[in-house]
């Protein structure tokens, strides 16, 4: 079955750029979505198909995805940004990342 | 607007049954590929199972045979029948609507349920 792997932990000064990766093998050819869980809460789409926003998430938050990495980019980082980032694909079926912890320092 | 309210969580023995619920509205739950999604304790998002649009139903390796996923058109509502639960089934189940394209992302989440199985 298909991983994709994320590093459990990413500490960031504010108004520094927090970049979260999220592995997986050739996942440069699948679409990549991510969410941002904060504590308590259910997940919130913050990116879909590699590097589109919803409506209503800041311009700061970006992705990228390019051979067996895929991104997410996080700008001008703010204490509200702090939560849990979760990467997903479908591969056959529903994909998560193992998910990384944000702290703003 | 759309809305995704689960409940039917609780206590349960292992060995036990429970049936979760997720009350759709806004859109139509069987045009739609729905999903349950549960976060153990302290842990990381585990996808569970789920049903296409056209009604074919997929579980993860952890629940196949002892979890069932349905969805009942009269009143747009999603189930999750859990069997023969396990201590390792303790979570939050976070019922989701996927969009139907090719590679398929949750644009909505209930709040979720909490399911406990202890003795």
Redesign the interface.
């Known amino acids: 079955s298909y991983v994709l792997t994320q590093p459990p932990s990413v500490s960031v000064a504010p108004g520094k750029t927090a970049r979260i990766t999220c592995g997986g093998n050739n996942i440069g050819s699948?679409?990549v979505?991510w969410?941002q869980?904060k504590p308590g809460q259910?997940?919130?789409?913050v990116i879909?198909?590699d590097s589109d926003r919803?409506s209503g998430i800041p311009e700061r938050f970006s992705g990228s995805n390019s051979g067996n990495t895929a991104t997410l980019t996080i700008s001008r980082v703010e204490a509200g940004d702090e939560a849990?980032y979760?990467c997903?694909?479908?591969d056959e079926?529903?994909?998560?990342?193992?998910?990384t912890k944000l702290t703003v320092l | 607007e759309v809305q995704l309210v689960e409940s039917g969580g609780g206590l349960v023995q292992p060995g036990g049954s429970l049936r979760l619920s997720c009350a759709a509205s806004g859109f139509t739950v069987s045009s739609n590929y729905m999903s349950w999604v549960r976060q153990a304790p302290g842990k990381g998002l585990e996808w569970v199972s789920v049903i296409y649009s056209g009604g074919s139903t997929y579980y993860a390796d952890s629940v196949k045979g002892r979890f069932t996923i349905s969805r009942d058109n009269s009143k747009n509502t999603l189930y999750l029948q859990m069997n023969s639960l396990r201590a390792e089934d303790t979570a939050v189940y976070y019922c989701a609507r996927a969009t139907d394209s090719l590679w398929p992302y949750f644009d909505y989440w209930g709040q979720g349920t909490l399911v406990t199985v202890s003795s």
């Open positions: 699948k679409s979505h969410y869980q259910a997940p919130v789409l879909y198909y919803p849990d979760y997903q694909v479908w079926h529903v994909v998560f990342g193992g998910g």
